[in-house]
């Protein structure tokens, strides 16, 4: 099983960046999809950006400020978080799975392989 580790969150204004990395411990990263979700209180986890076998899919909210990327080599996905507002305040988990369909799986139910969680807060 896949074990990961994310790291990079903080407390940051509005408008800062900051960039997620997320260490995984499998040689076989390279052959996964992986993708960044996050989960705020009395929200439902959701899907920020994922790279499903090369293809990218983000979240309206986050599309043009985010941008997620993977270093194989050094098992390590990103997210790189730019303009960020209040609203993406939450808990950043990145996770993994074999990407088995053709289409993106964007149901946080679907991912097995998740990391521990870090935590983003955007004030005004």
């Known amino acids: 099983q896949v074990q990961l580790e994310e790291s990079g969150g903080g407390l940051v204004q509005a408008g800062d960046s900051l960039r997620l990395s997320c260490v995984a411990s499998?040689?076989?990263?390279?052959?996964?999809?992986v993708g960044w979700f996050r989960q705020v209180p009395g929200k439902e986890r959701e899907s920020v950006a994922i790279?499903?076998?090369?293809?990218?899919d983000y979240a309206d909210s986050v599309k043009d400020r985010f941008t997620i990327s993977r270093d194989n080599d050094q098992k390590t996905a990103y997210l790189q978080m730019n303009s960020l507002k209040p609203e993406d305040t939450g808990v950043y988990y990145c996770?993994?799975?074999?990407?088995?369909?053709?289409?993106?799986?964007?149901?946080?139910?679907?991912?097995?392989?998740w990391g521990q969680g870090t935590q983003v807060t955007v004030s005004s």
């Open positions: 996770a993994a799975r074999t990407p088995t369909t053709s289409s993106v799986v964007k149901d946080p139910g679907r991912w097995a392989w």
């Open positions: 499998e040689r076989g990263f390279k052959s996964y999809a």
């Open positions: 790279d499903w076998r090369g293809h990218i």
